[in-house]
């Protein structure tokens, strides 16, 4: 009757010891495959968001170009001159596939270590009108080059003082909102330069 009663003990002492191993591996497992869905959900949230985002605009300019060859203390000259039109398409740029990041799963945390800085690209299409030149003082190569220089730098005050910029800015912004909102809605948090992100507008650079 003892023995009976000790197997009964050992028997409902293994059950025990079985049914809590089971438990602690369901939550467990449960766990662990929750978070490596919510990781793989802002993994793809990040590839989504990893994309080139393009702001253009046109800039138009008319400019005179002069220049004049002296010569016996400025009483002979050969002149030249022309009428320079230009029509320029500008696109500020941001290609958020070279941002760089960290994931921990851990502490469910996303740490943008690096987001791309803008590219500025000007392509100028310049028109030349009323050439008036010398034989001894025709245009050449270094003439051109000079009016391309003079443009692209007029157009970088231009596109400074004009909201190319900021809108291409915006953009970012919402395109990196997106991260943040999913990151938010899952209990992870976003931190970019050694601090945590709580407002999209953090993002501008």
Do not use: C
Not at 47 to 64: A, C, I, M
């Amino acid at each position: 009757m003892v023995n009976v009663l000790n197997y009964k003990k050992l028997f409902y002492l293994l059950l025990i010891v079985v049914l809590g191993f089971f438990t602690f591996q369901y939550f467990t497992s449960d766990d662990d495959s929750t978070t490596e869905y919510n990781s793989n959900l802002i993994q793809e949230q990040i590839k989504n968001v990893g994309k080139l985002v393009v702001t253009e605009g046109h800039f138009s300019q008319v400019l005179t170009y002069k220049d004049k060859d002296s010569y016996l203390g400025g009483m002979l000259s050969f002149d030249k001159k022309a009428l320079v039109v230009v029509n320029s398409d500008v696109s500020v740029a941001y290609d958020l596939r070279q941002m760089k990041y960290d994931i921990d799963e851990k502490n469910k945390t996303i740490t943008i270590l690096s987001i791309p800085k803008e590219e500025i690209k000007i392509s100028p299409d310049i028109q030349y009108y009323n050439i008036d030149q010398s034989k001894f003082n025709e245009f050449t190569g270094e003439d051109f080059n000079k009016i391309t220089k003079k443009v692209k730098a007029d157009l970088a005050v231009k596109i400074g003082k004009s909201t190319l910029k900021t809108n291409a800015q915006n953009r970012l912004v919402s395109e990196l909102s997106k991260l943040l909102l999913v990151t938010h809605s899952m209990g992870w948090k976003v931190e970019y330069k050694g601090q945590e992100i709580t407002s999209e507008k953090q993002f501008v650079p």
